[in-house]
């Protein structure tokens, strides 16, 4: 009884669902909440998913980079040099430590900087994400916890815990390593804009515009007559 538009949307409803799952359990099981983020789209298909998966999830906003169908490459292309390196640590965390954990975080930081230069970073570029690897006593669950601006790591961590897992232990919290991972760019790299940024400025000098043309679209369970905007002909900062 089924006519062939219906038959077609319901395997892109059935491709949607088994898309939307994962991304839910996945950022629900590490204490998130999906509506709260934004969604990116990208690959050659993405246009035709993400709509109806940021429906499900009940995401607000999409990103949809102007390279998205050739995003992988142009990531690579882009990606900043990293490098880190680790120290195991035995003992359990205080705030007695920290002068300790400074030092030997202060040789790592040493380390990588001078891995990540030898593989063509900018010096002035290289930052680096100082952190602790820990765990409950009498457990084998650890949390990399970057390091807070009143280094209590300590309170970082069962407050990440109680996020991740929902619940906390009264048990001391040990420190099986210490980390530093540093980032770096290549001379002469060129950053992308920030899309919020590119956002604001679009909306501060908003130029609307409207569709030379029409199609017919399948949608909702009915055709729809929706406009076609051909970026070629779009003129960049448009709001449609």
Known sequence: ELTPEEVALGFLNVANEAMSRPIRNITEARGYA???HNLVSFGGA????????????????ILVHKWSSVLSAHGISQAELQYEAYEPYA???????????????????????????????????VTFDEA????????????????????????????????????TLNRKVVIDSIKVRGTGSAAG????????????????????IKATETQ?????????????????????????
């Open 189 to 208: 790299m060129v950053q992308d804009e920030s899309p919020f940024e590119e956002l604001a400025a679009t909306k501060a000098n908003a130029r609307g």
């Open 91 to 125: 003992g359990n965390f205080s705030l007695d430590l920290l002068e300790e954990i400074r030092e030997r975080a202060a040789r790592l930081r040493q380390k990588v900087a001078c891995e990540l230069l030898s593989q063509g970073a900018d010096k002035s570029s």
């Open 132 to 167: 602790l690897v820990l765990r409950y006593f009498g457990t084998d669950t650890t949390i990399t916890i970057s390091k807070p601006e009143d280094e209590d790591y300590g309170i970082a961590f069962r407050a990440h815990h109680l996020r991740e897992f929902a619940f």
């Open 46 to 61: 993405g246009g035709q998913h993400a709509c109806s998966i940021a429906e499900r999830l009940g995401i607000k906003r």
């Open 216 to 240: 017919k679209v399948y949608t909702n369970g009915g055709w729809q007559h929706v406009g076609v905007y051909r970026l070629d002909a779009t003129p960049q900062g448009s709001i449609l």
């Open 34 to 36: 999906p509506e709260r």
